[in-house]
Nanobody
Framework: QVQLEDSGGDWVQTGGSLRLSCAVSGDVIPAMGWYRQPEGKQRELVAA???????NYSDRVKGRFTISRDNVKNTIYLQMDKLTPEDTGVYYC?????????WGKGTLVTVSS
């Protein structure tokens, strides 16, 4: 059974940094990503990483966020720098494999002004 456990959300001031982690168990999932959902808004893709390494980012976070993976630990990360209040929301990691989509439970990031 595949499980994604996302963590690392916290309260931080504008300009601060956080690193989110997503530990994957039960299988290796090549295509992984981070989504976020601000309160009252739709979930949106923040960053994605393919199994062979290529990454892509939403324009809102490009240059500030970095997605990476540790294949030994079967974990992906989201390094978030220069945070602003607009980055506030619940962040979810997600993976897709053989047509199945998996989600973590989410971790809350709050950026104060």
């Amino acid at each position: 059974q595949v499980q994604l456990e996302d963590s690392g959300g916290d309260w931080v001031q504008t300009g601060g940094s956080l690193r989110l982690s997503c530990a994957v168990s039960g299988d290796v999932i090549p295509a992984m990503g981070w989504y976020r959902q601000p309160e009252g808004k739709q979930r949106e893709l923040v960053a994605a990483i393919a199994g062979d390494g290529p990454t892509n980012y939403s324009d809102r976070v490009k240059g500030r966020f970095t997605i990476s993976r540790d294949n030994v630990k079967n974990t992906i990360y989201l390094q978030m720098d220069k945070l602003t209040p607009e980055d506030t929301g619940v962040y979810y990691c997600s993976g897709e494999n053989y047509g199945m989509v998996y989600w973590g439970k989410g971790t809350l990031v709050t950026v104060s002004s």
